[in-house]
């Protein structure tokens, strides 16, 4: 018999659905506060079990809560994503045809690319092409502000990529849509778009994945073919570092 919600899960979940995604160690706080409010047992170690019974309750919704990881810093997040559509159609409630054909184009973009990002300038351009309605740049700026205000595109120096968020939540579709070039993370067995491929086999990985498995191999080797592996390593210390900077600065605005 699957366990029953309490007080602390529906609190858990009404504070994830305002947020839509969380990293790890906010929902370990926030699963850790709402036991305290209301004065359930909280097990320090036991969040994917809290986790799971509140996807117990919201199957029949074909809602879940799900466990990801961030390419950028490869930190744990969780979101809350709906299961019942898997395509960019559910985005069309809140964007108009012609932002739901840019994204789909960025989408591309980001795909296509060897690194996994679309700049700026490409995004713009294919604004101009759209064939629902064409874009002014300056609406096309302002429409991507709000891909990234909600969560579905992050930029970082001019160039666009996939959020965690929009990762987890359309990881099927993208592999469905993208066969031949989407990849899973050999390493992760999640969908890869930040990562590197074998030059031989083609196994692709995450960027922190790919820190970890080499961090005490002198000569790399792939994994799968166990050929020389011809790319730098992400320096596993400098991703941690970049990572704190960004949440102490994220921080700074909160409390500014």
Known sequence: MAAQMSDAHRRFLQVLMSHGIMEGAEARKLHRRCCEISKVYYAQDKLDDFVSTINNQLQPLFMQIRKGMSEVDGRTHYALVNMAETEITKMASDYAENELELFRKTLDLIILSENGFAS??????????????????????????????????SERNGEYTLHTRCIMEMEQYILSTYPDIAKKCNICHSLA????????????????????????QSRPRCPQCNDFWPYEIPDRSRID??????????????SS
């Open 120 to 153: 700026s300038t490409d995004i713009l351009n294919s604004a101009d092409q759209l064939k629902t309605k064409k874009m002014k740049k300056k609406e096309a700026e302002q429409v991507l502000k709000i891909f990234v205000d909600d969560k579905w595109l």
């Open 193 to 216: 778009i930040q990562s590197q491929a074998c030059e031989t086999c083609g196994t692709g990985m995450h960027l922190p994945c790919i820190g970890k498995y080499f961090k005490t």
């Open 241 to 254: 570092s970049q990572s704190s900077s960004r949440r102490a600065s994220r921080r700074e605005l909160q």
